[in-house]
């Protein structure tokens, strides 16, 4: 691990340049200074969950490989509590006052902006001063700020940089530089900045943490409109308005009103100054809540949306602040409140559970934070910090109460989104509950909530979108506006009745029945799919209890107290359909691979249980609500792209078979998997998921891609994510011939309709014997050692016949004779009768064109193996032979010689048994 320090009492630099190192050295971490004060507070307060920080006390130094200094060069300028820890004896390493010239000491590598050597306020040159040169790679050159030296290193590495990282590293450099305006400033620290801002770094969030000085005269007019200003409210944004005359004339009117904005804590400033013969008009504000050139434009001016400005030749101070007022009314959007952006609902716990089990939960619904409840009170807030520091004092058993947050700071669902972040920064919390007009839980806030409301997504967009997106976007699936219920009316009159039917009991038991995965995604892409599948908010098995009892047309087939669910089947006259109720409920996964366990949910837990975006899609069947489209997840969107997304990070990890099935969906569907989704696939592939994975849940998606007409486009994304089919075996791969192999396997399936010998077989033994999805594993497993192929099939749990079917064809080259070639009909038809088909197709899919044993089976499909007698025993019986063992005898003499084509027809046949019988009397 490496570790960024930097001065005490740190300001911007310090911490951009600690976060540069992070982007530059991915095991990097920052250590904060232990006084925060100012905008860098309020930064951190706000921005902490993006910044890869570690507390000191937590560290254990004998881990740290490299310790980097910024914008110092003075141990004793470092909180007492980094210097303790870098004067502490190390197991196996020198205690020394000098660290950087012990040389067992983990080196330490300076990145400063001041001169080598200088004592800079409060550093002194007593004995903690560190070597001038430091450690090999460090860089001491005078430069505006030591942040430049870090951005040049990521412009010389070509480090991938979001618009967050640019503007964070923005940030310090125009601090340090007085917005590139000291005199220190170089070329080099323009150079950086310029890079930064193509890379996105955002200008107004830069100025919103930058301060400027002002000259006397400016002081005097700012404290004059400070006084006589007025705050405007709307649509919960606050405003400020001054005006004021004055016979001078004032520069740097913008910056006194971009500190008036700031000093009042408002989201926009307008300041009318009359000077001499004009009146300057001039705005600032948050581009996302007012446009400033809007308003200036009215009075002949320009800027844009952030800022602008006007100059009003003889015009009234006091009606020109009227019509501002008047303009800001109209202009103003309204702000965003906590029910808009809030998550809901939201996971609680008890306080009395223990905060091992408190971190299990966080890990298990990927969460960072929890409200504790206590009689549907909300008690306390316990946080990943929280679980760290239980963990780290060896107290994982201790009750979360005793380590809670408390008092719990709550806020109304028409808080506004400044009044939470005034909140969050003010009191450092990073999560707000939401309670509604009774008192009652409904979401929660967090950090990253704001933020996300306030600047977009951080760093990029997010697996799952939730809050406020809830609505879908639509165009190429042919959605129109939120509903549905001309499509779902637009199926068979049985399947609408079921849906009306399940819809209006779950109404009128106070419930909410949703039609739920493949069924819409398939009815958006106007494909085929009969299975229905229904989730409902309450109880899917009293609903079908009631459904049962109440129409006659159900019946319950099965039921599944743990998932809560159960099967139906509807009966209408001579048709049937299938119908399968569910408890809409959450699933989460003790290790990777296990079987799920089972919570009652709402309906947006369990769309994010499911595998994929596009099944993550349900629609309304109430009466009330027939046909709205819930779309949480963007599923819609991803139909259109056709791209196949999973829902959080670790849901390959929770369950490998997604893998698989998304590999079936991409080749069913014509799908790809989007850039995330595969990465995170290719991941847990290396990390070996499959090993510890029950194969009958492998066989079942193994089976649905073999049956796929997509087989093979399916087979080779896997091969492309795992670097072979390791779900299988590490060592079997999906080469070009067995690539070859399937398509021989397809055009023989084809061509004999499942080889057309089902008459082979009597009914629905037929059925039972012959799956050709057997026949494509057998041809999968073919370039495998034969020990290797059995450990595959008993991990599968396939039955005897399949497993027997599947040896039996991949050891046929060893079973048949070398001299097939010369084997009469006859002969062949006795070497061959009797094997599995499945066995027979998968020796002749693998087998080499224009070989014998190719030859020899295709022979036997084409002619042979049919072949019957139109004579039987009791026809020899008429005609007075004796019954016995001997007419079973002479019949196989007489097929050999109808299939060695020396006889034809039932006359002719009568006649050679007749001579056989009688040469024997």
Known sequence: MDLALCHSNMDFDCLSAQYALTRLYPGCKMVLSNQLTGNVRNFIALNRNLLPTVDIKYVDMARVDRIFLVDCQHIERLDEAVRAALTTVLPGRTKGRMPGSVSAFPPIIIFDHHAPGATESGGGSRGGVLPTSGAAGSQIEYVGASTTLLVEKIMAEAVPLTSFDATVLAIG????????????????????????????????????????????????????????????EVEGHRYLIAAHSTPDFVDGLAVITRQLLELQSCEGAFTIVHMRDRVHLVGRSDSRTLNVRQVVRAFGGDGHPGAGSAVIKGGDVHAIKAEVVELIRQMSAPQPVAKDIMVSPIRTIRPDISMDEAGRLMLRYAMDGLVVMDNDEPVGIISRRDIDQSRH??????????????????????????????????????????????????????????????????????????????????????????????????????????????????????????????????????????????????????????LARTDGRFEIMARHERFGTANLLFKDGSVEQEVDLSTARTEFYEFPAALPEVEPSKLEQDLLRRDFTVNALAVCINPSRFGELVDHFNGVRDLERKVIRILHPFSFIEDPTRIVRAARFAGRLGFHLDPTTKEQAKRAVSMGIFDDLGGVRMKEELKLILQSGERIRSLSLLQELGGNLCYLDRQLSFTGGVKRSLRRAERLLARYGNLGLEQAYNGSEAQERFENWIVYLGVLLSELVPERVEAVLLRLQLTNKQRDAILSGLDLHRQMPLSMGELSRSELYLVLKGRPLQSLAIAASIAQVGTDLRRALKLYFDELVDTSLEITGRDLLNLGFAAGPRLGQVLEQVLAARLDKKIAGKEEELKLAGELLVAEQ
């Open 173 to 232: 450099i125009y601090e340090d530089t007085g917005c590139l305006t000291f005199s220190g400033t170089t070329s080099r620290d323009a150079a950086c900045i310029a890079f930064l801002l193509s890379r996105g770094a955002d200008l107004a969030l830069v100025r919103e943490y930058m301060r400027t000085r002002l000259e006397p005269d400016q002081i005097e007019l700012f404290e004059t409109l400070l006084q006589q200003s007025m705050t405007l």
């Open 393 to 546: 004092h060896r107290l994982g058993h201790a009750r979360v109460s005793g380590f809670m947050s408390r008092p719990v700071l709550t806020v109304p669902e028409d808080a506004t989104l400044v009044e939470m972040q005034q909140l969050m920064v003010s009191e450092d919390i990073g999560r707000l509950p939401v309670l509604d007009g009774q008192k009652r839980l409904v979401g929660l806030v967090s950090r990253q909530d704001v933020l996300n409301s306030l600047y977009g997504q951080a760093g990029g967009g997010a697996l799952v979108h939730r809050g406020s997106d809830r609505k879908s976007r639509r165009s190429g699936v042919g959605v129109s506006g939120n509903n549905l219920s001309s499509r779902l009316q637009s199926f068979s009159p049985l399947i609408v009745e079921i849906i009306k039917v399940i819809g209006l009991a779950a109404q009128s038991a106070d419930m909410t029945a949703y039609a739920v995965g493949g069924f819409v995604r398939d009815m958006l892409l106007e494909r085929a799919n009969f299975d229905l599948d229904f989730v409902v908010e309450g109880a899917a098995i009293e609903l079908a209890e009631t």
